[in-house]
Structures are given as C-alpha cells and as structure tokens.
C-alpha cells in the first residue's frame, strides 16, 4: 500500500496545450518512462540534468532551486507551472482559526522566491510539474 502511495505522483500526462509530469519520478526514471513526452525528456537530458543529479526527484528539485539558476530561466521559457499544497489558515463560521491544506498552481519563479525555510514553515508539498507544449517545440 505504501508503493501505491510513493507511485501514485509517478506519471506523465498530456493534454492538446500541456504536458503534466508527477514530481515523485526521479530523473533517471523520467528519462527512461514512455510516459513522458520525448522532447521533454530530451529537455531534460540536454539541461537539467548539467545541474542535478540523476537520482533526484523533480520534487527536490524544484523544492531546493535557487532564484538565480540558470534552470529558472529554462523552465520561465516552458511557461512551467507547478502545483502545490500548501498550509493555510482559514476562519470557520465561528471565527476560529483552522489550518488546512489548499493546492495552488505557481509559476516556476514565484515557487523559487520562497527559500526552502519558508517552504518548510508553509508546510509545502509539491506535487506536479506542467509545461506549455507550444514553449516546449520552440526550444
């Protein structure tokens, strides 16, 4: 049940304008899952992975990039969005505060704003990465 749980943010998805890819797949898994659309893996192969290590999840990846990469710049091009959960506080009808978590859909470079301490505090888990296929043919 515990794999079920770790694969089920293990896929690649595309729809006429995106491609979504899950942020549990580690580079070398991507680069090697029919899943996966080809020039992204080929995106992959040629840039991302100059700076990353083929064991990384894309999850710790995006969750430890920093603002003046140059990887920043790439996925700016893709026009990548990444969703996330995050906590949030939220009044109830009785004026108390609840926590709860909330899923967002960031750009890359907000994502990257926030240091790896603030993402930690906010409680932020990334889930899914998605990037425009019309961006994707243009690089």
């Known amino acids: ?3 079920t749980t770790y694969e089920a943010y293990k896929y690649g998805m595309q729809d006429t304008s995106r491609v979504y890819v899950g942020c549990k797949f580690t580079f070398a898994e991507m680069l090697e899952s029919e899943e996966v659309m080809f ?3 080929l995106l992959v192969q040629k840039y991302i992975l100059e700076e990353a ?3 990384d999840t894309l999850e710790t990846h995006l969750y430890y990039l920093g603002e003046k990469s140059f990887l920043v710049m790439l ?25 709860e978590y909330v899923t967002k859909t960031l750009p890359v470079e907000e994502l990257v704003k926030m240091t790896p ?4 505090s906010k409680g932020v888990v990334i889930q899914e990465l998605s990037v425009s296929k019309l961006a994707i043919m243009a690089l």
């Open 1 to 3: 049940m515990q794999k």
């Open 39 to 41: 020039k992204f893996r």
């Open 53 to 55: 290590d083929p064991e």
């Open 75 to 99: 996925y700016k091009q893709m026009k990548a969005r990444v969703k996330i959960n995050i906590i949030q506080e939220k009044k109830t009808l009785f004026g108390k505060k609840k926590r």
């Open 117 to 120: 301490e603030e993402k930690e």
